[in-house]
């Protein structure tokens, strides 16, 4: 026991000494959720707006009045041919038109959206705010009713806060911990540890622990910055989301050790996690696309991608707030993932090295 510690200490030592890597390890996390929170933002706000209208009479003005009030629309101009307000979208000074009928008083309806659609998902936003912020303001309409749960305010760090958390735990544990066990075979020293008192698996999890500590650190910060930050609560136990992410961190530990029983270089090991790890996470996982949007080919790729699994569970846990058992299904997915990567890359371990 005393031996294996000492080899802990040995590794968490070589890791502190590399302050570039610690800045990494840290300052990642810290800028990824300033910036998904702060600047890449799905949220809809200072929507430019163009009125179109021949005349403005009271209800015309309470609609518009009422898209101005609102923190997601900005009325820039008012003008009098839907053809203008297309000219000002075309030349991207404006977003979206809101055309009145010249008998929108009268009628109480007769109202037109003329909207960039250049990114479909932003387009689909603004409409659907527009129409219920223009049905609000007809008190003689029948607005259309929507109650938003979980997320009333549609805050995109709700969506991307767990899908951070999937996203750096995968790769600095994963990646980390591959290129650690790739360096001590091409500087040649690996031998040295296989053939010490210690036995060769005991020398594995040793170099993994400190990657472990590491990780919980990293989670830690993330969820703090996640609610005093950025806002987003955390309505699950917090024992469960602990206890989840454990587990989840265990299972990219296990591949990266797979990883490094198939690299023979550091380089190998980089582009290996790069491919394996970093593109599938972000694109297949659900953390930017949802998974169910895809072409059936890629669901399937999908579905053999933890993250996927731990995002889903991490959005229900913490945003949601459901116990332990309505997460059970991702939850034993990623238990016998741990599983299959742990035995795997044992067995491709190879106590004397070629």
């Given at each position: 026991m005393r031996q294996f510690i000492a080899f802990v200490i040995k590794e968490a030592k070589h890791i502190l000494r590399d302050k570039r890597t610690m800045l990494i390890l840290f300052?990642?996390?810290?800028?990824?959720?300033?910036?998904?929170?702060?600047?890449?933002?799905?949220?809809?706000?200072?929507?430019?707006?163009?009125?179109?209208?021949?005349?403005?009479?009271?209800?015309?003005?309470?609609?518009?009045?009422?898209?101005?009030?609102?923190?997601?629309?900005?009325?820039?101009?008012?003008?009098?041919?839907?053809?203008?307000?297309?000219?000002?979208?075309?030349?991207?000074?404006?977003?979206?038109?809101?055309?009145?009928?010249?008998?929108?008083?009268?009628?109480?309806?007769?109202?037109?959206?003329?909207?960039?659609?250049?990114?479909?998902?932003?387009?689909?936003?603004?409409?659907?705010?527009?129409?219920?912020?223009?049905?609000?303001?007809n008190s003689k309409s029948s607005p259309i009713n929507t109650k938003l749960l979980y997320n009333p305010q549609m805050k995109s760090a709700y969506n991307f806060v767990p899908a951070i958390m999937g996203m750096l735990l995968m790769l600095i544990c994963a990646m980390m911990t591959s290129i650690s066990i790739v360096r001590e075979k091409e500087k040649g020293t690996m031998e040295v540890l296989l053939v010490s008192p210690v036995r060769p698996?005991?020398?594995?999890?040793?170099?993994?622990?400190?990657?472990?500590?590491?990780?919980?650190?990293?989670?830690?910060?993330?969820?703090?910055?996640?609610?005093?930050?950025?806002?987003?609560?955390?309505?699950?136990?917090?024992?469960?989301?602990?206890?989840?992410?454990?587990?989840?961190?265990?299972?990219?530990?296990?591949?990266?050790?797979?990883?490094?029983?198939?690299?023979?270089?550091?380089?190998?090991?980089?582009?290996?996690?790069?491919?394996?790890l970093l593109m599938p996470v972000v694109m297949l996982s659900g953390m930017m696309f949802p998974v169910e949007s895809m072409p059936t080919v890629l669901q399937w790729i999908a579905a053999v991608m933890p993250p996927r699994y731990y995002i889903d569970a991490m959005r229900k846990l913490m945003i949601m707030g459901v116990g332990i058992g309505e997460v059970m299904k991702e939850v034993t997915i990623l238990a016998l993932m741990t599983i299959i990567f742990l035995v795997v890359a044992l067995k491709k371990f190879n106590v004397r090295l070629e």
């Open positions: 300052g990642m996390p810290v800028v990824m959720m300033l910036l998904f929170g702060f600047a890449i933002t799905t949220d809809v706000k200072n929507v430019r707006t163009v009125v179109v209208t021949s005349q403005m009479d009271h209800l015309t003005q309470t609609a518009v009045e009422r898209l101005a009030h609102s923190e997601y629309f900005t009325i820039t101009r008012t003008v009098g041919k839907p053809q203008e307000a297309e000219r000002l979208i075309r030349s991207q000074e404006a977003d979206m038109a809101v055309v009145f009928s010249h008998d929108f008083a009268s009628k109480k309806d007769g109202i037109q959206l003329i909207i960039d659609g250049s990114d479909p998902n932003m387009a689909q936003q603004w409409m659907s705010y527009a129409q219920q912020t223009i049905a609000s303001a698996l005991m020398v594995i999890i040793a170099k993994a622990v400190p990657y472990l500590v590491l990780a919980f650190g990293i989670l830690i910060t993330i969820l703090l910055m996640a609610r005093f930050v950025l806002g987003v609560p955390l309505q699950g136990s917090l024992f469960w989301i602990l206890a989840v992410s454990t587990l989840y961190i265990l299972l990219a530990l296990s591949l990266g050790l797979l990883i490094s029983t198939i690299a023979q270089t550091q380089l190998v090991a980089l582009l290996l996690s790069a491919m394996v």
